[in-house]
C-alpha cells in the first residue's frame, strides 16, 4: 500500500542522488565526458545505485532482525560507521583543486 510506495520512492530518491553526485563529479573534472541525465549510461548507473543500496539495506535489516539485542546491535552499528567514516576518508574520487599559475 501507502507504505510500499513511500519505501519504494525513498530508495529511488537515494539511488537518484547517488546519480546526481557522480554527474557532479564528472562535471567538475575535465579530463572526464559529461554524463546527460537521459542516457543509457545515467540509467545502469541509477540501477547499479539501486541495486547496491537495497542490498546494503537488506543486509542491515536481516542482522538487525536476527541481533534485535540492543547489546548486540549498537557496537556493531557504531563499528559500521566508523569504518565508512574511514572509507570516506581514504577515497580519492573528489575532484582535485586546480595547482596554482595554472588556468
Not at 540492543?70 to 572509507?87: D, N
Request: aromatic share 12%; proline share 5%.
Amino acid at each position: 500500500g501507502l507504505q510500499g510506495m513511500k519505501i519504494v520512492l525513498a530508495f529511488a530518491g537515494l539511488s537518484f542522488s547517488l546519480l546526481s553526485f557522480n554527474r557532479t563529479l564528472r562535471q567538475v573534472q575535465d579530463n572526464k565526458a559529461k554524463l546527460p541525465l537521459l542516457s543509457w549510461s545515467s540509467i545502469l548507473l541509477f540501477m547499479w545505485q539501486l541495486c547496491v543500496t537495497l542490498s546494503r539495506i537488506a543486509i542491515l535489516a536481516l542482522f538487525a532482525s536476527a541481533y534485535s539485542q540492543l547489546k548486540i546491535l549498537l557496537p556493531v552499528a557504531g563499528l559500521h560507521w566508523f569504518i565508512m567514516y574511514l572509507w570516506i576518508l581514504r577515497d580519492h574520487n573528489h575532484p582535485q583543486p586546480e595547482e596554482p599559475g595554472c588556468t
